[in-house]
């Protein structure tokens, strides 16, 4: 789950991080009544969407012109302008696609007089198991730009779980970023401060870009992005308050009400598979054969045939699906549940496009005799290989 950067700057602000004042805008709130809650001089006035590339992102309607997501304003009454520019209006990033996110959400904050821009953030490290932060001198809007054109600019330091933070770990942190002096102290503070909020809050990711050098000398949070990981919320209940289901796919949010594993994806063919491993195998042939997925869903070992027509019925409601491809091997999951699961979705909501099907293992035979004795325009496939070809296919030709 990922929250907006204004709550994830008032939950590191909690921890002791170092965070500029800032005021949320809503709809009907009086902008300027808002942005003079603060010192100034200077108001940053941000949009709030879950993506990044909000600076150069640019908004589909004309009205909001062509500054982007994120603006300096010099008075209170600049950034209500700029801020009613924004609410309500499509921001598209190169993180949304060309659809864009809708801006519900202002966060209005003092603006900092900044000397430099460094990176740094922390992320669980499939790999080794533990805690791992990530520091470069080049932060800023290009980061992305700097990890694959000069990778030798970025440095990575692992935090081991028996041990947890210690203070080598400032230090070389601290390095990476070419800090010295104070500068390198208030960093190992910062530091351990946020692997302390990480792991209080299992945090899954924790994106500050930038994290600036103040010509004070003093260090700030000037942005901030906070996912968590979805399976220990149970134990959150305060960072559940923070979720914004207006940021998340509404495919997705279905398929959670009946515990489906769902992604959406950029593709047409839709797939319904039960296992992960076999998800990644159906996308991967798919895409073998010249076609792009459009969906991650995995039904799970022990689905339903009420959870299989939910299921079907979610791919069929996506206007970017052209074509249906079912791969079930049966071990706990029954292959003539799936087959009645699908009937009673196409019965359902109809079926306008080409759904091929490929059934092994348990009750493999009396799914595939439900299927051929429906009268319903199913094609069926021997295996992945040829169910895919035949989908792909269809879909193309």
């Known amino acids: 789950m990922n929250i907006h950067e204004y709550q994830a700057k008032q939950l590191l602000k909690s921890y002791g991080a170092p965070v500029a004042d800032g005021v949320v805008v809503l709809p009907g709130d009086n902008p300027e009544t808002k942005a003079k809650e603060l010192p100034g001089p200077l108001y940053v006035v941000k949009a709030q969407i879950h993506a990044g590339g909000r ?5 589909k309607e ?3 012109g062509e500054k982007g997501g994120v603006r300096l304003a010099k008075t209170p009454g600049e950034a209500a302008a700029f801020a009613k520019e924004m609410l309500g209006n499509t921001l598209v990033t190169k993180q949304t696609g060309a659809a864009g996110k809708q801006v519900n959400r202002i966060y209005i904050e003092d603006g900092a007089d900044i ?3 460094l ?7 499939r790999a080794t198991g533990r805690v791992a932060f990530i520091a470069s001198t080049e932060g800023g809007m290009n980061i992305e730009e700097v990890a694959e054109e000069t990778p030798e600019k970025i440095v990575t330091v692992d935090v081991d779980p028996a041990t947890g933070f210690a203070p080598h770990h400032g230090r070389s942190i601290a390095k ?9 102290k208030e960093c190992a503070k910062l530091c351990a ?6 792991v209080a809050k299992d945090m899954s990711m924790l994106e500050i870009n930038p994290l600036i050098v103040m010509t004070n000398g003093s260090l700030r949070v000037l942005d901030a992005k906070v996912g968590f990981d979805s399976n220990a919320l149970f134990r959150h209940p305060d960072i559940m ?3 914004d289901e207006t940021e998340e796919d509404p495919f997705e949010l279905k398929a959670a009400e009946f515990d489906l594993s769902y992604v959406k994806l950029d593709g047409n063919i839709g797939c319904m598979v039960n296992g992960a491993g076999l998800a990644m195998s159906t996308m991967d042939i798919i895409k073998h054969y010249g076609a792009e997925p459009a969906n991650f869903l995995d039904v799970g070992g022990g689905a339903t045939k009420e959870k299989v027509t939910e299921a079907f019925k979610i791919i069929t409601s996506d206007p970017a699906v052209k074509g249906i491809l079912v791969n079930i091997f049966g071990g706990i999951m029954r292959c003539d549940v799936i087959a009645e699961g699908i009937i009673a979705a196409v019965k359902e909501v109809g079926l306008e496009v ?7 293992g348990t009750k493999v035979e009396e799914g595939k005799k439900i299927l051929s004795e429906s009268g319903l325009a199913i094609t069926p496939a021997d295996d992945l290989e040829d169910a895919a070809e035949k989908v792909v296919k269809a879909v193309q030709g």
């Not at 990176?119 to 490290?125: C, G, H, I, Q």
């Not at 990476?176 to 390198?184: D, E, F, I, K, V």
């Not at 401060?193 to 990480?198: C, E, G, H, I, V």
């Open 55 to 59: 600076g150069k992102g640019k908004f």
């Open 62 to 64: 004309a009205a909001a």
């Open 115 to 117: 000397e430099s821009e």
């Open 119 to 125: 990176y740094l953030s922390a992320l669980v490290d």
């Open 176 to 184: 990476g970023l070419g800090l010295s002096g104070p500068q390198a």
């Open 193 to 198: 401060t946020l692997y302390k909020a990480f």
């Open 241 to 243: 308050e923070l979720r």
């Open 354 to 360: 080409p759904l091929v099907v490929r059934l092994e």
